[in-house]
């Protein structure tokens, strides 16, 4: 291709290369990871011990390094009228608010430099003729570096 009666062959490889290096450097970074924090997840069945081992390490570790949350306590936060409202969304409107929830942990985990440890749910329990409800949904996936299942036996979880 002939250059136009402006350029100069010199000039066209000048502006072709800035186009280039902006197009390299624009998908150099989309390609960066942002940066992660570490985010466990404490996972287990109602009555399983989750609240209870949240206490003992907040009480163990403290605060400067680590933020330990209940999930439900962030849900509650980010959807409006709290908990209770939430629990009589529909279940496409739900997820789109524990998605916000653990967006917003994240975030604030990344931010802070903490270490973040959530306690929450995978699934709810089975109902008597229902194979139970999974909660866990791609934004816990994408967040959580790490995910504990509490294995608590079932005698344990009955008596409670």
């Not at 000048?14 to 997840?41: D, M, N, S, Y």
């Not at 999974?134 to 979880?157: G, K």
Request: aromatic share 10%; net charge neutral; glycine share 12%.
């Amino acid at each position: 291709m002939a250059p136009t009666s402006c350029e100069t062959p010199s000039s066209r490889a000048g502006l072709i290369t800035k186009t280039r290096l902006g197009q390299f450097h624009a998908r150099e970074a989309q390609t960066v990871p942002k940066r992660k924090a570490v985010i466990v997840g404490l996972y287990g069945i109602h009555g399983s011990g989750k609240t209870f081992l949240l206490g003992q390490l907040k009480k163990t570790l403290g605060d400067k390094h680590f933020a330990l949350y209940e999930g439900s306590e962030v849900i509650a936060g980010v959807a409006p009228g709290g908990l209770d409202a939430f629990k009589k969304l529909g279940e496409e409107r739900e997820m789109s608010y524990r998605g916000l929830a653990i967006d917003k942990l994240g975030k604030d985990f990344v931010e802070s430099g903490r270490v973040g440890l959530v306690a929450g749910h995978f699934m709810f329990s089975f109902v008597e003729g229902d194979i139970g409800q999974p909660v866990h949904i791609r934004n816990d996936s994408d967040t959580f570096t790490h995910i504990f299942y509490l294995d608590t036996p079932a005698e344990f979880v009955a008596e409670r």
